[in-house]
Nanobody
């Protein structure tokens, strides 16, 4: 069992930056692929970024490539999402998720554990 708690959301102007953090409980953090998803009002949940168990491989949605960076600290049981050059279309609730598969997957239904979400609002 893994519990995930996100933090770091807020209101920012377009072009600004935010850093989201996800704290995971449990001693088996290293066996999980970790990911950030987001869901905007009226839209389906979509993957933003993911990182494999060792941190050696990452995935980014095309819409955030070059602007967002995902990282994990196994010693601290945290996974962060650094978001730069934010756009109004990045406005959404952002969720941290964990999956026990060996490889990164992008489908939300395949993830085993979810945080409660943190809201990011980017004003124009």
């Amino acid at each position: 069992q893994v519990q995930l708690v996100e933090s770091g959301g807020g209101l920012v102007q377009a072009g600004g930056s935010l850093r989201l953090s996800c704290a995971a409980s449990g001693r088996t953090f290293s066996v999980y692929v970790m990911a950030w998803f987001r869901q905007a009002p009226g839209k389906e949940r979509e993957i933003v970024a993911a990182i494999n168990r060792s941190g050696s491989s990452t995935y980014y949605a095309d819409s955030v490539k070059g602007r967002f960076t995902i990282s994990r600290d196994t010693a601290e049981n945290t996974v962060d999402l650094q978001m730069n050059s934010l756009k109004p279309e990045d406005t959404a609730v952002y969720y941290c998720a964990a999956d026990r598969r060996l490889n990164i997957v992008v489908v939300p239904s395949l993830y085993d554990y979810w945080g409660q979400g943190t809201t990011v609002t980017v004003s124009s």
